[in-house]
């Protein structure tokens, strides 16, 4: 974080005063502090959310489908190499994540700011130094181009997660049983064909736009707390198994082979999805000096839950461990149900990712609408975007 003056001059001063500046003041690059205020959504105060809330949310935003295929990349990595690659990993994203946000502190007081998003802690970066300065916007943009198109990906894969699963579980309802047996590769054996996975995707194409309706963070923190809980059981059912499960001795590398290590990597870093989601957290907060403490709890937990499962999962299945490791559960009621109920967690969780690039795209277009369109406009490019992720695929 940034040195104690400069936050209380962020909590006491200006930038958080009675006035609750609206978003759009900091999601729109301006050059000084006069720019007039918009309605988008308020920032901190009394409006901001909690310690608890902003919590939930970077959990949420940082547990998602990456997390299941963590097995797989520490097999392509090694059972001693894989962990120790993840916790070196995490380590470094959380002091990423620190430096991003004291950068942001330090720019915001600045430049008398409420807050800053990426584009702005680049650009006003880049105007320090002076053969740069001329190239600033520039580089905002370039960050937020990269932004938008990462948290757009990851808004796809949510979409295909929530499709394939889906159909395997409707597909495999014939021969799905209540006895849990061990299972290695894939006890589906019978299944009965159903819909195309696109049929399913256009299936919850209605639901996801309903829930990006919902702009503010706050409301959004107990869906996120409910998602966080039925992910947890989830999680709870698929550790259970894969402890019972692990078959001793362990004979397995501890070193993978070097021309999978990049395999690993990939994995790895498609798990620690939730940077995009860091400073959007930070600038809801109602005290954001304490957003550091959030963090190093949130990413502690979220570290050891990459590390454990990938390690776990991978000791209990070896070589047979899939994309996935829900592919390698049995084919019971149980374990169906894990699916569907990480189904859920990640249904909430585009919303979290999906506010990235809504955040930077619509107030840039709602400054050129007059206020008595701005909320009919914003529903409708919600809507769009949403589309917009639904037909890449």
């Not at 720019?35 to 809330?53: A, D, K, L, V």
């Not at 990851?154 to 047996?181: G, P, R």
């Amino acid at each position: 974080m940034m040195a104690s003056s400069d936050v209380d001059g962020r909590t006491e001063g200006s930038l958080f005063s009675d006035q609750n500046p609206s978003e759009t003041d900091s999601l729109c690059p301006s050059p000084g502090p006069s720019r007039p205020q918009r309605n988008y959504e308020r920032i901190g105060g009394r409006t901001g959310t909690s310690f608890c809330q902003t919590l939930i949310h970077l959990l949420k935003g940082n547990i998602g489908t990456g997390l299941l295929g963590l097995p797989l990349a520490v097999k392509n990595a090694g059972l001693v190499l894989g962990p120790v690659s993840l916790l070196v990993m995490g380590i470094i994203a959380v002091h990423c994540m620190k430096l991003l946000v004291k950068c942001s502190h330090h720019l915001s007081a600045k430049m008398n700011q409420p807050s800053m998003t990426y584009g702005e802690v680049m650009q006003y970066g880049m105007e320090n130094v002076s053969w740069l300065r001329s190239r600033s916007r520039w580089g905002s943009r370039t960050v937020n181009l990269f932004l938008i198109i990462t948290q757009i990906g990851f808004c796809c894969v949510y979409f295909v997660f929530l499709s394939d699963n889906i159909k395997q579980v409707v597909e495999a309802a014939n021969a799905t049983t209540s006895s849990c047996q061990v299972n290695h590769t894939n006890q589906t054996d019978v299944l009965v064909p159903s819909f195309d996975s696109r049929i399913y995707m256009l299936f919850f194409l209605p639901f996801f736009i309903v829930l990006v309706f919902t702009p503010n963070l706050k409301f959004l923190a107990p869906l996120s707390l409910l998602a966080n809980l039925v992910m947890t059981l989830s999680l709870i059912l698929i550790y259970v198994y894969s402890f019972m499960n692990i078959t001793f001795p362990i004979d397995l590398p501890k070193v993978g082979r070097a021309k999978d290590y990049p395999l690993f990597f990939g994995t790895a870093i498609f798990a620690f999805e939730g940077i995009g989601v860091v400073l959007p957290l930070e600038n809801k907060m109602q005290q954001p000096q304490k957003f550091t403490q959030v963090l190093y709890v949130g990413m502690g937990i979220v570290t050891f839950l990459y590390i454990s499962l990938g390690t776990i999962g991978y000791m209990c299945f070896g070589e047979h461990i899939g994309g996935s490791i829900t592919l390698n559960l049995p084919n019971c009621w149980t374990y169906q149900a894990v699916k569907l109920l990480y189904c859920f967690g990640i249904f909430i969780t585009f919303a979290l990712q999906f506010y990235v690039p809504a955040e930077i795209l619509i107030p840039q277009v709602l400054t050129h609408v007059s206020e008595r369109w701005v909320k009919p406009v914003d529903l409708l490019l919600r809507t769009f975007l949403v589309i917009i992720t639904f037909f890449i695929l």
